[in-house]
């Protein structure tokens, strides 16, 4: 199998490093969310402004679809 990971030590830094990147994108995502929340009652203007780490954690979430989608 030409493909395969042979090496265990190998699969499991990159296992840990995609268990990792899915957390950082979860917590960016929740902060943003909770940031959003936040600025509701306030203006337009506020609201847009407060959206910056959600974006940066959307990113990672799609940068993240293909691989979730292959494996599943």
Do not use: Q
């Not at 203006?43 to 847009?48: A, V």
């Amino acid at each position: 199998m030409w493909r395969s990971v042979t090496s265990p030590a190998l699969h499991h830094i990159a296992y840990i490093l995609l268990i990792a990147v899915e957390v950082i994108t979860e917590l960016t995502l929740w902060v943003g969310a909770a940031k959003c929340f936040r600025t509701l009652p306030g203006s337009s203007e506020e609201f847009n402004a407060s959206k910056d780490i959600a974006v940066w954690g959307a990113y990672g979430r799609n940068a993240a679809f293909p691989d979730w989608v292959s494996h599943n």
